[in-house]
């Protein structure tokens, strides 16, 4: 199991629910490049996973845009769950 920066557990703590880019943005403050190296490097650990955002048409196929990061809607996966819980301990 790999050692969190803070920025990626403090990314962690906030996507139990569902979180657009520019949420996680403002809720971290952290620069537009370090969280977006920070979200690739959490989706890579499959700690974080892409989910359909509420504005997405229904039955649409979910994918990932490295180059439009930002149009994506995160969360937490149970793996990241289950990191998050062992490293508190």
């Known amino acids: 199991m790999r050692k969190l920066t803070p920025s990626e557990r403090s990314i962690l703590d906030r996507l ?5 880019f520019d949420v996680i943005q403002e809720e971290t403050e952290l620069a537009y490049g ?3 190296d920070d979200i690739i ?15 997405s048409p229904k039955n649409s196929i979910q994918w990932f845009d490295s180059d439009n ?21």
């Not at 139990?16 to 657009?20: A, V």
């Not at 490097?41 to 504005?55: A, D, F, G, K, P």
């Open 41 to 55: 490097n959490l989706m890579n650990s499959r700690l974080i996973e892409v989910v359909e955002s509420e504005q």
């Open 69 to 89: 990061i930002k149009e994506s809607t995160y969360r937490i996966t149970k793996s990241g769950i289950k990191h998050m819980k062992q490293v508190k301990r």
């Open 34 to 36: 370090e969280l977006r």
């Open 16 to 20: 139990i629910f569902p979180e657009s």
